[in-house]
């Protein structure tokens, strides 16, 4: 079955540095999604992506992050200048038709930690 | 804001009984979702629920909406030991793109 591929599985990064977080959404899809979940709590979302444009984005999306599909298949989360408060699990999704009571395929995350 | 609570947040079953986790959210949609979450895993998608009285079942699973009571349902019938994860019910705003608002999620434990 067609499954979202994340890289690295676990980053460890120092406060202050740049990452980059892959993604391999699943080859049809054309809807691309990002989210995070911090450690023991709710899932939350950070940006949609579609056509090469941001689609939606939350208030956690700031200008530390963007998003870039640098290829036909990679889909990537950058975070500039890493804080603390980054530390969570990050999930990539995807969907084959535009958000709305459609079903979203997600990645197994990365768990990136800042020190 | 749309707030979305679930509860229990913790739920210890014995197998072979039956219970409910209850989603309850704050504003007007028509659009609900239910994950499902194993220890450092990622989440699967259960149940999509589009409109005001929808049902869907899966094994022993069944979800319902009542857009009206802003109020969606997770039933277990007859838990199995295989059913212990996290459950999330997520919301979205009409139009959203993506922007769910997920709810803190029911652990479920089923003991022998």
């Known amino acids: 079955e067609p499954e979202v591929t994340q890289t690295p599985s676990h980053q460890v990064t120092q406060m202050g540095q740049e990452v980059i977080l892959r993604c391999v959404p699943i080859s049809n899809h054309l809807y691309f999604y990002w989210y995070r979940q911090i450690l023991g709590q709710k899932v939350e979302f950070l940006v949609s992506f579609y056509n090469n444009e941001i689609s939606e984005k939350s208030e956690i999306f700031d200008d530390q992050f963007s998003v870039e599909r640098p290829d036909g298949s990679n889909f990537t989360l950058k975070i500039r200048s890493t804080k603390l408060e980054d530390s969570a699990m990050y999930f990539c999704a995807s969907s084959e038709a535009r958000f709305g009571g459609e079903k979203l395929f997600f990645g197994s995350g990365t768990q990136l930690s800042v020190l | 804001e749309l707030k979305v609570e679930q509860n229990p947040l913790f739920l210890s079953m014995q197998e072979g009984k039956n219970y409910t986790i209850y989603c309850n959210y704050s504003?007007?949609?028509?659009?609900l979702y239910w994950y499902r979450q194993d220890p450092g895993k990622s989440l699967e998608s259960l149940f999509v629920?589009?409109?005001?009285?929808a049902v869907k079942q899966e094994g022993r699973l069944m979800a319902s909406l009542d857009t009206k009571a802003r109020l969606s349902t997770l039933h277990i019938t007859a838990a199995v030991h295989d059913l212990s994860a996290t459950y999330f019910c997520?919301?979205?705003?009409?139009?959203?793109?993506?922007?769910?608002?997920f709810g803190k999620g029911t652990k479920l434990s089923v003991k022998p």
């Open positions: 997520a919301v979205d705003m009409g139009g959203s793109q993506g922007n769910l608002i």
């Open positions: 629920l589009l409109s005001n009285g």
């Open positions: 504003t007007t949609s028509d659009r």
